[in-house]
């Protein structure tokens, strides 16, 4: 099989909705759901993150209001028709192949069928659709078209479909969707667009399409624009049609008004070849920061599927919109397209790879604490009080209703109550601070706010001297009230009580990172009582999920056996779950989840709860047995925490969160959105877990102990600042390829300020060359210098950090010289000698700089890149007056020096300079201003520069500086 493929043999309708959800594409910014471009049985869906609507709706007698992330207009369709027979349907036609396969490293949809219609003439269709990573708002769908049998006229038809609504979800659709209104279409000069607002929140969407064929007819239906093309077929020639869109809100920046900037966004668009080449090369960059290999096909399919949707929910795109985490992606429509603790699962991951994602996050998080800080005080608690629920914002978005299927009743909802979402966001900021060494101030407040929050929720209970939390949820979900009560919430929840103390030590912590305090002693002094005296249950030598539970009853398991969702079941027999120790998920397991077993041990011995690690494997095995598994994140949560004490059964629940949404075990539910949190944690699992790589604040330990079906682990991490590359199997690990550590009980760990060496450029290119020219493959190499493959890989693709006894080992199996690896001899940059006497600096005036510059040359463009301030050499031109060098196509650099907008063109700085070894001599001068992409209308005004790149290659987009600011410097000495 092939591990970057994820393939559909034959068209199922009933299996549709799951395919649909698992064949996706987005880009972070908006994705689109796998729906057939042209089928009956599909439920299309294309989300723009932070893209919300409100509306009321009548239930049970009660007015609701319900925000959703919006279904926007669906720019998919396209079907077909060959002389005398209707419109392509596949639930209806005669399917002779059909095949659908997921492009993973690519990002690219395929599908391809054989049809044969009603007189019998075979037509071979092949269709490719992306969702641009290159350019966020870009999307195309290229369709191809083959007779086999048959030469004559086809028709094709292709769609913007305002007449959308949210009604993905089959127990939300006695709620209102209608989300769309003032819908308007139009079309010129062969292009078709499409405009409609939210009802509520007043946002403009605006879909503009352009075609490759000449369009023979235009069908404007107010909420609907077709465009009808007819292609002429010869027997077994292929002939295409390409739909390209463009997707613009009023929420994006720097936009005046979403149509004009669609309809611009489409004519810019390049033709598809081009597209996809520059969406291919943006998915390369991303996968090799977010590169996790094992050995399995299998299980790197599933690990391949999970990074895959992470990144289309979470991109770098999103890094910059104020957007959080949607539980259920971009896919759907499940919970509504809202913001839960599923972060708590992502961003472990994100902050060791794409750090930059994380800190959008958490921005969306600290754009939202004054809502928080408003419900804490309406509440009449200090600081912030985050909702459990939260969409555009950061109100208290969850239900105050829900459905029970099994019953077909609504039921009340007081989830909430779930105040632990502020413990988790609290921890993401620190564990932010742990991976990256940075804690920002506006971060440190986010962390502080929460903290005085869970301080005031603590009421000291003069009886017995121990600080107490009542009226709230834990993680379990199924106990939101004690049996018999009139009013929800529950007391002392354990795992709400044991994170409130280790929030307060973490807020006193941050506290001594910032330069001045934003504390009073008295407030500390408090926190730090609360920490001694927090109150904590115990029974049968177990922590006790809230006080009162050991009163509830025992629940008939046999009875109940496989029932997941036990709330619903129960309540469909016309009892309540909340009489039962029962549990949906992992909710006093958390603990072990989120806190070293050193850690939970430490908090228990400063509450006066002296407990011994005996206390854990007890706790896993009391609650593993009361639990359902209700939710997808319960096998990452029980996979984690039997890792260390029961192997098998760890590896057993890894491998059902593995398969929870490929194989949908949630039955139906994956089709309503992908479980994004669970789809993350098995990603952690192997990262954090099964590596044992904890963050401390003394630097990143390392404790493996991999699954013995794992097999051979390796990643990239970014870490503090530093690039590593982790491999382990069985008997030893490796950093960086040679920091061998053999497995003890022992934990590695690299402590902060120790150093690598720094990132080495052109090195991968001359690993590769050497290795060419000894004839040998990447395994060869690795086996001689004794380091993982994959590290030699990773070396040979990017720049690394290798230490100098990787060098040394590559040098001697290369049969060359760590000088050489290293650019040594001819490759030496100049300028090493020592200044002679009396040197002199002077400044140039612009037309000496330009006349220093005019032969052209080798000079070195400067710019802020996706990874940080980037210098680049290329071959220039002076020509009329301007820079002009060329770049591929979609290429790093054509994408870092695009803004994305049209007319915006970015300032960047352009650098020549002439060096003289022998007289210790040399000018450099300096050119600064806006970039210009050449486009095919301009491309005759610079093609005469002759200007050729070394580099060789498809280098054909020309890019034109027009210089703002010209400054130059000469060294000479007496």
């Known amino acids: 099989m092939n591990p970057w493929v994820l393939s559909y043999e034959g068209f199922d309708p009933a299996s549709e909705g799951l395919r649909e959800a698992l064949c996706t594409l987005g880009n972070g910014r908006f994705a689109t759901r796998g729906a057939t471009p042209d089928g009956e049985l599909r439920t299309p869906?294309?989300?723009?993150?932070?893209?919300?609507?409100?509306?009321?709706?009548?239930?049970?007698?009660?007015?609701?209001?319900?925000?959703?992330?919006?279904?926007?207009?669906?720019?998919?369709?396209?079907?077909?028709?060959?002389?005398?027979?209707?419109?392509?349907?596949?639930?209806?036609?005669?399917?002779?192949?059909?095949?659908?396969?997921?492009?993973?490293?690519?990002?690219?949809?395929?599908?391809?069928?054989?049809?044969?219609?009603?007189?019998?003439?075979?037509?071979?269709?092949?269709?490719?659709?992306?969702?641009?990573?290159?350019?966020?708002?870009?999307?195309?769908?290229?369709?191809?078209?083959?007779?086999?049998?048959?030469?004559?006229?086809?028709?094709?038809?292709?769609?913007?479909?305002?007449?959308?609504t949210n009604s993905g979800v089959a127990r939300y659709r006695e709620l209102r969707g209608d989300h769309l209104t003032g819908h308007d279409t139009g079309d010129r000069d062969g292009l078709a667009w499409l405009t409609a607002t939210t009802r509520s929140s007043r946002i403009t969407v605006a879909l503009a399409c352009r075609t490759d064929s000449p369009v023979r007819e235009v069908i404007r239906e107010g909420d609907r624009i077709t465009t009808h093309h007819v292609l002429d077929l010869a027997r077994g020639e292929p002939a295409t049609?390409?739909?390209?869109?463009?997707?613009?809100?009023?929420?994006?920046?720097?936009?005046?008004?979403?149509?004009?900037?669609?309809?611009?966004?489409?004519?810019?668009?390049?033709?598809f070849d081009e597209?996809?080449?520059?969406?291919?090369?943006?998915?390369?960059?991303?996968?090799?920061?977010?590169?996790?290999?094992?050995?399995?096909?299998?299980?790197?399919?599933?690990?391949?599927?999970?990074?895959?949707?992470?990144?289309?929910?979470?991109?770098?795109?999103?890094?910059?919109?104020?957007?959080?985490?949607?539980?259920?992606?971009?896919?759907?429509?499940?919970?509504?397209?809202?913001?839960?603790?599923?972060e708590l699962f992502v961003l472990p991951w994100l902050n060791l790879r794409f750090p930059e994602i994380s800190l959008g996050l958490l921005r969306y998080r600290w754009r939202r604490l004054p809502e928080a800080r408003a419900a804490a005080r309406d509440a009449g608690y200090d600081g912030a009080m985050f909702p459990w629920q939260s969409g555009s914002d950061g109100r208290e978005e969850t239900q105050t209703l829900h459905l029970n299927p099994a019953s077909g009743r609504w039921l009340p909802d007081s989830s909430h109550l779930q105040r632990h979402i502020g413990l988790a966001i609290a921890y993401n900021v620190w564990q932010y601070y742990l991976a990256t060494g940075f804690m920002p101030p506006w971060c440190a407040e986010l962390l502080i706010d929460i903290a005085r929050f869970f301080a005031s929720l603590a009421v000291l209970d003069p009886a017995s001297g121990r600080y107490e939390i009542r009226g709230v949820m834990g993680p379990d979900e199924y106990h939101e009230r004690y049996p018999g009560a009139s009013s929800p919430g529950l007391a002392n929840n354990a795992y709400t009580n044991i994170m409130t103390v280790w929030l307060l030590s973490r807020a006193r912590d941050t506290l001594d990172l910032l330069p001045e305090p934003t504390a009073s002693e008295q407030e500390r002094t408090r926190w730090d009582d609360i920490t001694r005296r927090m109150r904590v249950d115990f029974h049968d030598d177990v922590i006790s999920q809230f006080t009162g539970y050991p009163d509830l009853l025992e629940l008939d398991w046999t009875r109940y056996r496989g029932v997941r969702r036990l709330d619903r079941a129960l309540e469909a027999d016309g009892d309540d779950v909340n009489r039962y120790k029962a549990a949906k998920q992992a909710d006093t397991l958390m603990l072990c989840y989120l806190l070293t077993s050193d850690e939970l041990m430490e908090i228990l011995h400063r509450l006066g709860h002296p407990a011994t690690p005996d206390l854990i494997p007890r706790m896993i095995g009391y609650y593993l047995d009361r639990t359902s598994h209700g939710s997808t994140l319960s096998a990452v949560v029980h996979a984690w925490i039997l890792s260390r004490t029961d192997r098998t059964r760890s590896w057993q629940y890894f491998a059902e969160a593995l398969i929870s949404d490929i194989n949908d075990i949630q039955h139906g539910t994956t089709a309503e959105g992908i479980h994004l949190g669970a789809m993350a944690g098995t990603l952690d699992l192997l990262q954090r877990c099964y590596l044992g790589l904890e963050l401390h604040p003394d630097g990143l330990h390392l404790n493996p102990l991999l699954p013995d079906r794992?097999?051979?682990?390796?990643?990239?991490?970014?870490?503090?600042?530093?690039?590593?590359?982790?491999?382990?199997?069985?008997?030893?690990?490796?950093?960086?390829?040679?920091?061998?550590?053999?497995?003890?009980?022992?934990?590695?760990?690299?402590?902060?300020?120790e150093t690598i060496m720094t990132s080495t450029g052109d090195l991968g290119r001359r690993i590769t060359y050497h290795r060419v020219r000894?004839?040998?493959?990447?395994?060869?190499?690795?086996?001689?210098?004794?380091?993982?493959?994959?590290?030699?890989?990773?070396?040979?693709?990017?720049?690394?950090?290798?230490?100098?006894?990787?060098?040394?080992?590559?040098?001697?199996?290369?049969?060359?010289?760590?000088?050489?690896?290293?650019?040594?001899?001819?490759?030496?940059?100049?300028?090493?000698?020592?200044?002679?006497?009396?040197?002199?600096?002077?400044?140039?005036?612009?037309?000496?700089?330009?006349?220093?510059?005019?032969?052209?040359?080798?000079?070195?463009?400067?710019?802020?890149?996706?990874?940080?301030?980037?210098?680049?050499?290329?071959?220039?031109?002076?020509?009329?007056?301007?820079?002009?060098?060329?770049?591929?196509?979609?290429?790093?650099?054509?994408?870092?020096?695009?803004?994305?907008?049209?007319?915006?063109?970015?300032?960047?700085?352009?650098?020549?300079?002439?060096?003289?070894?022998?007289?210790?001599?040399?000018?450099s001068v300096l050119i600064q201003g806006p970039a210009h992409h050449i486009s095919p209308d301009e491309l005759s005004e610079v093609t005469e520069s002759d200007v050729t790149p070394w580099a060789g290659g498809e280098r054909q987009l020309y890019i034109r500086i027009v210089p703002h600011q010209i400054t130059g410097r000469r060294i000479h000495h007496l």
């Open 45 to 164: 869906g294309t989300y723009v993150a932070g893209c919300y609507d409100r509306l009321d709706s009548t239930v049970a007698g009660r007015t609701v209001t319900n925000e959703d992330l919006v279904n926007l207009p669906d720019w998919l369709p396209v079907t077909f028709a060959a002389p005398g027979s209707g419109w392509f349907r596949p639930e209806r036609a005669e399917l002779l192949d059909y095949r659908q396969e997921l492009d993973m490293r690519q990002g690219i949809l395929h599908r391809s069928l054989r049809w044969r219609d009603e007189a019998g003439r075979v037509t071979l269709v092949r269709q490719r659709r992306l969702v641009s990573m290159a350019d966020p708002r870009l999307a195309a769908l290229e369709t191809t078209f083959t007779a086999e049998s048959w030469s004559g006229p086809l028709r094709v038809r292709a769609t913007l479909d305002g007449r959308v």
């Open 241 to 271: 049609l390409t739909k390209t869109v463009a997707l613009v809100t009023s929420r994006d920046y720097a936009v005046h008004d979403a149509r004009s900037a669609a309809i611009r966004a489409v004519c810019g668009a390049p033709r």
């Open 710 to 753: 794992l097999g051979v682990l390796s990643m990239p991490i970014r870490y503090r600042g530093h690039q590593l590359f982790i491999d382990a199997d069985h008997r030893q690990a490796r950093i960086n390829g040679v920091e061998s550590l053999t497995f003890s009980s022992e934990p590695f760990a690299r402590r902060q300020g």
């Open 774 to 923: 000894l004839g040998l493959t990447v395994d060869q190499v690795a086996e001689r210098a004794d380091m993982s493959p994959g590290y030699l890989q990773y070396l040979e693709e990017r720049p690394g950090t290798p230490t100098a006894e990787t060098m040394y080992r590559l040098a001697g199996a290369l049969e060359t010289t760590v000088d050489d690896l290293l650019g040594g001899g001819v490759d030496r940059p100049p300028g090493r000698g020592r200044a002679k006497a009396a040197p002199t600096l002077e400044s140039m005036d612009p037309d000496e700089c330009l006349k220093l510059i005019e032969p052209g040359g080798i000079g070195r463009v400067a710019f802020n890149g996706s990874h940080g301030p980037t210098v680049l050499p290329v071959n220039y031109r002076l020509h009329h007056g301007f820079i002009v060098f060329r770049t591929a196509p979609g290429g790093p650099m054509d994408q870092d020096l695009r803004t994305g907008l049209e007319g915006v063109e970015i300032k960047i700085g352009f650098e020549v300079d002439r060096i003289d070894d022998a007289q210790r001599e040399g000018w």
């Open 275 to 342: 597209l996809l080449a520059r969406h291919v090369a943006a998915w390369e960059r991303l996968w090799r920061d977010a590169r996790l290999e094992v050995a399995d096909p299998e299980l790197a399919q599933l690990v391949h599927l999970h990074i895959f949707h992470l990144l289309q929910t979470l991109s770098p795109h999103t890094a910059d919109l104020d957007v959080g985490v949607p539980a259920r992606g971009l896919h759907g429509e499940a919970y509504r397209g809202h913001v839960f603790w599923d």
